[in-house]
């Protein structure tokens, strides 16, 4: 089955310094990928669509300056959590689309993040 | 984007058959049906979906009711690995955007 990599599953960071998550689609070309982040003992929210050489959509609330979406080819988005504090600290996921619409979402195992 | 009502949490025990609820009255025509689940520390895991009749697959069996205002995800004989949280979730399909609720947290008791 289609596979979503996430990388890195971990890392831990000191307030102030960026951090960048790494979503591929493995066996797939995903012309859109989803960001979402989770706090402890909460649902995902979602964050920002990632379109393939476009610029992301951001959900309310969601600072486009603070999260940074790249989404450069059709099999890799990136996001950057710029300048990041502790309050940023949470498990990122993402996810990605393969065509045709209505299908399943394949989701990466998430990026818990820690912000010292 | 529609909503979805589903119980907070629910217990089974081992290889007896679960079955999850979830209210949707305001589900539109065009809005499928599907369920996620997510064990911890992991993203979500397709389990199935449909949009008006019964879907069965090798994890488990969605039946949505003749209105659509509700449907129900049965997992025939539930075993410790489906442990997780269930999301019931409805997708207009225009983007494949999901928007998860709070779904219903199963425990499986041995």
């Known amino acids: 089955g289609a596979v979503v990599s996430q990388h890195p599953s971990w890392v831990i960071c000191k307030s102030g310094t960026s951090v960048k998550i790494e979503c591929r689609s493995l066996?797939?070309?995903?012309?859109?990928m989803f960001w979402y982040r989770q706090f402890p003992k909460q649902s995902l929210m979602l964050m920002a669509t990632?379109?393939?050489?476009?610029?992301?959509?951001?959900e309310q609330g969601v600072e486009k300056d603070k999260f940074l979406i790249n989404h450069a080819s059709l099999t890799l988005s990136t996001l950057t959590v710029t300048s990041a504090h502790p309050e940023d600290s949470s498990f990122y996921i993402c996810?990605?689309?393969?065509?045709?619409?209505?299908?399943?979402?394949?989701f990466g195992s998430g990026t818990q993040l820690s912000v010292l | 984007d529609a909503k979805t009502t589903q119980p907070n949490s629910m217990e089974s025990n081992e290889e007896e058959p679960v079955h999850l609820p979830c209210n949707h009255s305001?589900?539109?025509?065009?809005?499928?049906i599907h369920w996620y689940r997510q064990l911890p520390s992991q993203g979500p895991e397709y389990v199935i979906h449909?949009?008006?009749s019964n879907v069965n697959n090798r994890m488990a069996s969605l039946a949505i009711a003749e209105d659509r205002k509700s449907s129900t995800l049965i997992l025939h004989r539930a075993t410790l690995r489906d442990a997780a949280v269930y999301y019931c979730?409805?997708?207009?399909?225009?983007?494949?955007?999901?928007?998860f609720g709070t779904g219903t947290l199963l425990a499986v008791q041995p």
């Open positions: 449909g949009l008006t």
């Open positions: 066996d797939f070309q995903a012309t859109t």
């Open positions: 979730i409805l997708d207009g399909g225009a983007t494949n955007k999901l928007i």
């Open positions: 996810s990605a689309s393969r065509p045709p619409l209505n299908e399943k979402l394949f």
């Open positions: 990632s379109n393939e050489g476009s610029k992301a959509t951001y």
């Open positions: 305001t589900i539109s025509g065009t809005d499928y």
